[in-house]
């Protein structure tokens, strides 16, 4: 442990090292078992939505093409390992935003060169660029994009090993991260910020929050500050996004655990505050150092300040002066995406996944209905939560959290619904990523991005981790995307069919299951599947963070990358390439269509400027002018 350099760990890689997952999981066990029951080919891994519909059954990579053309409106792109992005031909790409690019007149000239000063730090586009929405709004083009974490390197170059050595240190780390939302424009010479729009803002670590649902006012919320357990400050490690049919953005918190820390080694909890710090990974010792300038992150001091971290958030872009609101009823956990879609008769089903090995996949159906231009309070709190339950015959069902089935009340279930999940009997998954729900189909995707450690031990929860059906592989290098198709076409169903939309592995190197599904080959080679968005025509968008050294296992991979798949014919095509060292995270689309907005996180090279590496957002266009997804 005294030989790693923490700094440079990102927060799932500092919480590997302190607390190693299983490398075994229920879904593992589920796909071994279905796959020994079916054979690895038959039925387990399908690739097409159109399989069952058009007769033809299971459909190898060739014959999935043969029953339709292709949809992609481009040439496929070849691995690279450079330092830049590469898009194909007849299309072009243009840096729109970079960390430390100003929002405000007042934050003009910025220099990031050192770090950046603390003034003006929430004044500028910040770090570490993850999911993002966009918006339209009486004429205005508005995006609302995360922040997810600091490079403390690169932030505090002064500081020692990146470790803030004062209270302004800490204040930047804060001001970096969090949201911001923008106005957008394009110009011949391409897209670029409104600077000073009323409706730029930075929403950081220190921006006021409300907190409502069924955690709200409860005894585990309330601190010094905040007596009532009703009110936050900030939104933190904001990982994957969403937005809901009335057009808000909802932004997800997931690692917040490592901002969390103890002046006090030898601190002492109630038992239910121990235990769950535990069960989320909350130590004496934080990731960002906060806890040492900062005493609201000090849980010997503050204990029941991470129980108001883990949460969804709820923002209006349209509405600078509005409050964002924290979401008790859709569980706190280590939220990745929120993916909002409605259940047949209008309730709002949201599907969300917690992103650590070993850990679940759930949903929320709320009681009410939404109806256009009507009331939303309470839509994403009144209501019930589930997670998910896999079983190896292809079929599955929600498990439904409540006191009947838990044990435990509506509060303890919001604030410890990992604990809630476990009790219920979910499947345990191999790091649950971004959920996908399809426009043009009553099915949805999630990524299971990895998991090298299966095995090992069980999870926080001493829950069983070993090989279960939807994750199908030992020391799972590679990831797999699973599928589910409600029971009814209905996404508020308690029951549904699920199969495996592909398995990511390395042909060229693996011949047994390593090599992943018949759908990949050598010229769309991926590995951790993270990212993933599906478009108004229904193909699925794949953004990946894996490993991209190009060697051994990997070999043939090149860096991080975005694909795109049709969920009809299980076709697969990469579109886009990163800079070497960076994650390929965050999607949207510019109201037209006509642009695609991608983030792109932590760059290893020099990218975009030959300086100092600048996480950002590119917009990418077709040269004619023409849709993109």
């Known amino acids: 442990m005294k030989d790693v350099d923490t700094t440079t760990l990102s927060a799932d890689d500092w919480d590997e090292l302190h607390f190693p997952r299983p490398e075994e999981n229920d879904f593992d066990r589920v796909v071994e078992n279905a796959i020994s029951r079916r054979g690895f080919l038959a039925g387990v891994v399908a690739f097409g939505s159109g399989a069952g519909a058009m007769g033809t059954g299971l459909l ?19 691995a690279q390992t450079d330092g830049t992005v590469h898009v194909p031909e007849g299309y072009e790409w243009k840096v729109m935003t970079r960390w430390g690019d100003p929002l405000f007149s007042d934050a003009d000239g910025y220099e990031i060169t050192d770090g950046g000063p603390v003034e003006k730090s929430d004044r500028i586009f910040g770090e570490n660029t993850d999911g993002m929405e966009t918006f339209s709004f009486q004429g205005h083009e508005l995006i609302a994009i995360n922040h997810e974490y600091p490079n403390r390197k690169i932030n505090l170059p002064a500081a020692q090993e990146g470790v803030p050595a004062n209270a302004d240190d800490v204040l930047k780390l804060q001001n970096i991260q969090g949201v911001t939302v923008m106005e957008i424009t394009e110009a011949p010479d391409g897209w670029s910020v409104v600077k000073d729009s009323p409706f730029n803002r930075r929403i950081h670590h220190n921006t006021p929050m409300k907190i409502v649902g069924p955690a709200a006012g409860h005894d585990l919320l309330k601190t010094e500050a905040d007596p009532t ?13 969403g937005k809901t049919p009335w057009g808000t953005y909802l932004t997800c918190e997931e690692n917040f655990n490592g901002y969390f820390g103890s002046s006090d080694e030898n601190a002492t909890y109630d038992q239910k505050v121990a235990d769950g710090f535990k069960r989320y990974g909350v130590k004496a010792e934080s990731w960002n150092g906060y806890e040492l300038f900062d005493a609201r992150f000090d849980t010997s001091k503050n204990p029941n300040e991470p129980h108001r971290a883990g949460w969804i958030v709820e923002i209006d872009p349209t509405k600078p002066d509005s409050t964002p609101v924290k979401h008790t009823g859709l569980g706190r956990f280590k939220h990745e995406n929120a993916e909002v879609t409605l259940a047949a008769d209008g309730r709002v089903v949201v599907y969300m996944g917690d992103d650590e090995r070993g850990e679940y996949l759930y949903k929320f159906v709320s009681n009410g209905t939404y109806q256009p231009g009507g009331e939303t309070e309470g839509l994403l709190n009144d209501g019930t939560l589930y997670v998910a339950k896999f079983n190896d015959d292809m079929k599955g069902e929600w498990l439904a959290l409540t006191p009947e089935t838990t044990g435990m009340d509506e509060a303890d279930i919001a604030v410890f619904t990992r604990m809630a999940a476990s009790k219920a009997g979910g ?3 191999d790091r649950p990523e971004w959920v996908a729900s399809s426009p043009v189909a009553v099915e949805a995707y999630c990524c299971l991005t990895n998991n090298k450690n299966r095995g090992v031990k069980a999870n926080a929860g001493g829950d069983d981790t070993s090989v279960n059906a939807p994750n199908p592989r030992e020391a799972n290098k590679y990831g797999q995307i699973v599928r ?16 495996l939309y592909v398995m990511a592995g390395n042909p060229t190197v693996h011949s047994d299951d390593r090599a992943g599904s018949a759908n990949l ?33 990997f070999a043939g991979n090149g860096n991080n990358q ?20 960076c994650e390929v995270t965050g999607l949207a689309w510019s109201g037209d269509l006509r642009t695609m907005f991608v983030g792109i996180q932590h760059p290893g090279s020099n990218w975009p400027d030959g300086g100092t590496p600048r996480s950002s957002v590119i917009a990418i266009k077709r040269t004619d002018n023409g849709l993109v997804g």
Do not use: K, Y
Not at 231 to 241: E, P
């Open 562 to 581: 975005m694909l795109v798949g049709d969920p009809i014919t299980g076709e697969i095509a990469r579109f886009m390439t990163g800079p070497n060292g």
């Open 60 to 78: 190898g990579s060739t014959a999935a093409h043969a029953v339709t053309a292709s949809r992609f409106a481009f040439t496929p792109i070849a």
């Open 521 to 553: 080959n050598e010229g769309n080679l991926f590995n951790s599947p993270d990212g993933m968005v599906i478009d108004s025509t229904g193909l699925i968008w794949i953004q990946t963070d894996g490993n991209d050294d190009n060697e051994g296992d």
């Open 484 to 499: 589910w198709r409600p029971a009814n076409d209905d996404h508020a169903a308690e029951g549904f069919d699920w199969d």
């Open 229 to 241: 357990g009703t009110t936050s400050l900030g939104t933190m490690n904001n990982c994957g996004a």
């Open 427 to 429: 499947t345990t998954m």
